[in-house]
């Protein structure tokens, strides 16, 4: 198999019926008032503010601006806001600050160096925030991590990756670019370099150590079974980076499925109770 | 015997199922019957598992029934209300067991149970998980009825052509498909229907579910094809749809002598077929 950039492309009309699709239908059936989602102003999260906002209307949802003071930028809230007014969603702001300044103070092992354990603890209290406003408000929590955020474990733990939806969860990072472009976000915003925003400055390009062209070309790859060998040599790039890709990817499967659970009884939860997730 | 008809109006009954809900999909298989013979359809065909959905896993076992059973009794009395020919899906429970289930068409009348099919080809792979809750049937199956020879198969069993030819030397004039197929697919099959048409000079029936279970996106697109491979009507994608098609049995000379593949036949190639698919 060949693995040239074109191989990302995507019929686009159509992965944006679809992924609508899904969320009215999520939406309607579940008997929710709507959507919360955070919006921090980067592409994931405007891409699903956007699909939201069309699939339901944009007086149904909410997007979550929660910025804290180490990480805040005027831009992401500029952007944001950007979203929500062209898609006429609705907007909260909600500082963050006080509550995590208050996590640090209260827990007796807090190490501030800790940066990574630090940075958790924000993405968490987002999770809660958008929890509050679901719970309250009747609404679902609708997600936007993205596929290659996913297969390389590049998020928090029950934290940014908490949702009740993750409706671009299939797609890599550049096909969520190309859609957001589709969907008529301008291009210097489609192409916005990503972070997690869990401390300053921080890029998640700089962070995984590799282009989201490359990366994203790698887990397509190991998607469809193809061995390192082929996909280095297809992308000509090292082996090496091939198989800290593959490593990374299989090491981390446990962040995305329940806890592990020993086997004890009959049928077991998150093995083999294999049951619908809903009754409607 | 009373004669056969030899033009029929097919109904394609492209529902969406309420997982679970027997009560809820009889009631729309019943409306759907209703509408249908307003518009004097001889033959309503809905898709594969329509009695229960198609995502149902392990709530299968609390599902599935015999058959004669409830439901099929159910919609007998509306064949013989109405006057209709109808085919549906539903998970069948083994009359000597309490657990062995099969993925099942079953063929009612005016004048009752005409006969049934139980799917041979059962995907367990992808999102597939068939062959975790169904038995494969053995046989295939073609009925003579006053509609004509009507031969029933499953969804997945259209990728295995000796299934459509077995049903076909069976003396099956038309082949009627029901389906669960999801969006990811829809190419294959628009591919299959009409080659596994062509290759038999039989008329094809396809009817597959539309709607959303668990993410799942079945795509619809329910048609008719004659047997020179032509689309003779189409049901929309994805969303329900109820379709109507005149099927004239004596097309079918003119397309026999101008594709012979009947005459054609080489008996001594399925001796070799069977002794090579033993040792892949």
């Not at chain 1, 939201?52 to 339901?56: C, D, G, Q, R, V």
């Given at each position: 198999?060949?693995?040239?950039?074109?191989?990302?492309?995507?019929?686009?009309p159509?992965?944006?019926?679809?992924?609508?699709?899904?969320?009215?239908?999520?939406?309607?059936?579940?008997?929710?008032?709507?959507?919360?989602?955070?919006?921090?102003?980067?592409?994931?999260?405007?891409?699903?503010?956007?699909l939201?906002?069309?699939?339901?209307g944009?007086?149904?949802?909410?997007?979550?601006?929660?910025?804290?003071?180490?990480?805040?930028?005027?831009?992401?809230?500029?952007?944001?806001?950007?979203?929500?007014?062209?898609?006429?969603?609705?907007?909260?702001?909600?500082?963050?600050?006080?509550?995590?300044?208050?996590?640090?103070k209260?827990?007796?092992?807090?190490d501030?160096?800790d940066?990574?354990?630090?940075?958790?603890?924000?993405?968490?209290?987002?999770?809660?925030?958008?929890?509050?406003?679901?719970?309250?408000?009747?609404?679902?929590?609708?997600?936007?991590?993205?596929?290659?955020?996913?297969?390389?474990?590049?998020?928090?733990?029950?934290?940014?990756?908490?949702?009740?939806?993750?409706?671009?969860?299939?797609?890599?990072?550049?096909?969520?670019?190309?859609?957001?472009?589709?969907?008529?976000?301008?291009?210097?915003?489609?192409?916005?370099?990503?972070?997690?925003?869990?401390?300053?400055?921080?890029?998640?390009?700089?962070?995984?150590?590799?282009?989201?062209?490359?990366?994203?070309?790698?887990?397509?790859?190991?998607?469809?079974?193809?061995?390192?060998e082929?996909?280095?040599?297809?992308?000509?790039?090292?082996?090496?980076?091939?198989?800290?890709?593959?490593?990374?990817?299989?090491?981390?499967?446990?962040?995305?499925r329940?806890?592990?659970?020993?086997?004890?009884?009959?049928?077991?939860?998150?093995?083999?109770?294999?049951?619908?997730?809903?009754?409607? | 015997?009373?004669?056969?008809?030899?033009?029929?109006?097919?109904?394609?009954?492209?529902i969406?199922?309420?997982?679970?809900?027997?009560?809820?999909?009889?009631?729309?298989?019943?409306?759907?019957?209703?509408?249908?013979?307003?518009?004097?359809?001889?033959?309503?065909?809905?898709?594969?598992?329509?009695?229960?959905?198609?995502?149902?896993?392990?709530?299968?076992?609390?599902l599935?029934?015999?058959?004669?059973?409830?439901?099929?009794?159910?919609i007998?009395?509306?064949?013989?209300?109405?006057g209709?020919?109808?085919?549906?899906?539903?998970?069948?429970?083994?009359?000597?067991?309490?657990?062995?289930?099969?993925?099942t068409?079953?063929?009612?009348?005016?004048?009752?149970?005409?006969?049934?099919?139980?799917?041979?080809?059962?995907?367990?792979?992808?999102?597939?998980?068939?062959?975790?809750?169904?038995?494969?049937?053995?046989?295939?199956?073609?009925f003579?009825?006053?509609?004509?020879?009507?031969?029933?198969?499953?969804?997945?069993?259209?990728?295995?052509?000796?299934?459509?030819?077995?049903?076909?030397?069976?003396?099956?004039?038309?082949?009627?498909?029901?389906?669960?197929?999801?969006?990811?697919?829809?190419?294959?099959?628009e591919?299959?229907?009409?080659?596994?048409?062509?290759?038999?000079?039989?008329?094809?029936?396809?009817?597959?579910?539309?709607?959303?279970?668990?993410?799942?996106?079945?795509?619809?697109?329910?048609?008719?094809?004659?047997?020179?491979?032509?689309l003779?009507?189409?049901?929309?994608?994805?969303?329900e749809?109820?379709?109507?098609?005149?099927?004239?049995?004596?097309d079918?000379?003119?397309?026999?002598?101008?594709?012979?593949?009947?005459?054609?036949?080489r008996?001594?190639?399925?001796?070799?077929?069977?002794?090579?698919?033993?040792?892949?």
């Open positions: 198999m060949k693995l040239p950039p074109s191989i990302l492309d995507l019929n686009l159509e992965v944006e019926m679809r992924i609508r699709r899904f969320i009215k239908e999520y939406v309607e059936n579940a008997g929710a008032d709507g959507i919360v989602l955070g919006l921090s102003g980067g592409i994931d999260s405007g891409t699903i503010a956007a939201s906002s069309l699939a339901i944009g007086d149904r949802v909410i997007g979550l601006m929660l910025p804290e003071k180490e990480t805040i930028n005027s831009k992401d809230i500029e952007d944001a806001k950007f979203v929500a007014e062209k898609f006429g969603l609705k907007t909260q702001l909600c500082d963050i600050t006080t509550v995590l300044e208050s996590f640090y209260s827990i007796p092992i807090f501030p160096t940066r990574l354990c630090k940075g958790n603890i924000k993405a968490r209290t987002r999770m809660i925030y958008l929890y509050y406003y679901a719970n309250k408000l009747n609404r679902i929590v609708c997600g936007s991590s993205d596929k290659s955020e996913t297969m390389m474990g590049y998020f928090t733990k029950w934290g940014d990756v908490a949702a009740d939806i993750t409706p671009i969860m299939d797609l890599y990072k550049t096909q969520v670019r190309k859609l957001a472009e589709h969907l008529g976000f301008p291009a210097e915003l489609a192409t916005k370099p990503s972070t997690p925003a869990l401390w300053p400055n921080q890029l998640a390009e700089t962070e995984l150590g590799i282009k989201y062209e490359t990366l994203d070309l790698i887990l397509y790859g190991l998607e469809r079974f193809m061995t390192t082929e996909i280095a040599q297809q992308l000509s790039v090292e082996k090496t980076l091939v198989e800290k890709v593959k490593s990374r990817w299989l090491a981390i499967e446990h962040k995305r329940l806890p592990l659970v020993p086997k004890i009884e009959y049928r077991t939860v998150g093995t083999d109770f294999r049951l619908p997730r809903h009754t409607y | 015997m009373e004669k056969m008809k030899e033009k029929i109006k097919l109904a394609l009954a492209q969406s199922s309420r997982r679970e809900n027997k009560k809820e999909n009889l009631q729309k298989i019943e409306e759907f019957t209703m509408k249908a013979k307003e518009q004097e359809a001889d033959l309503v065909i809905f898709p594969e598992l329509s009695l229960t959905g198609y995502v149902v896993h392990d709530q299968i076992y609390e599935a029934e015999i058959i004669p059973g409830p439901s099929t009794k159910r007998e009395e509306l064949a013989k209300k109405t209709a020919h109808i085919i549906f899906g539903m998970p069948e429970l083994s009359e000597k067991t309490k657990a062995t289930i099969f993925n068409a079953v063929f009612v009348g005016p004048k009752g149970f005409i006969g049934k099919y139980r799917k041979m080809y059962l995907p367990t792979h992808s999102v597939f998980e068939e062959k975790r809750y169904f038995r494969p049937g053995y046989q295939t199956a073609a003579n009825t006053p509609l004509g020879n009507i031969g029933l198969f499953i969804c997945y069993d259209i990728f295995f052509p000796e299934v459509c030819r077995l049903t076909r030397l069976k003396g099956a004039q038309l082949l009627v498909c029901i389906s669960a197929s999801p969006a990811v697919r829809r190419s294959y099959f591919i299959l229907t009409a080659a596994r048409a062509l290759e038999n000079t039989a008329f094809l029936a396809y009817v597959n579910l539309a709607g959303v279970e668990d993410g799942l996106q079945f795509w619809g697109g329910s048609r008719v094809v004659s047997p020179t491979g032509d003779l009507a189409k049901a929309k994608y994805d969303e749809d109820l379709v109507f098609c005149e099927v004239d049995y004596r079918m000379r003119s397309v026999e002598t101008f594709i012979p593949t009947l005459r054609d036949l008996p001594e190639l399925f001796d070799e077929l069977r002794k090579l698919s033993e040792t892949l």
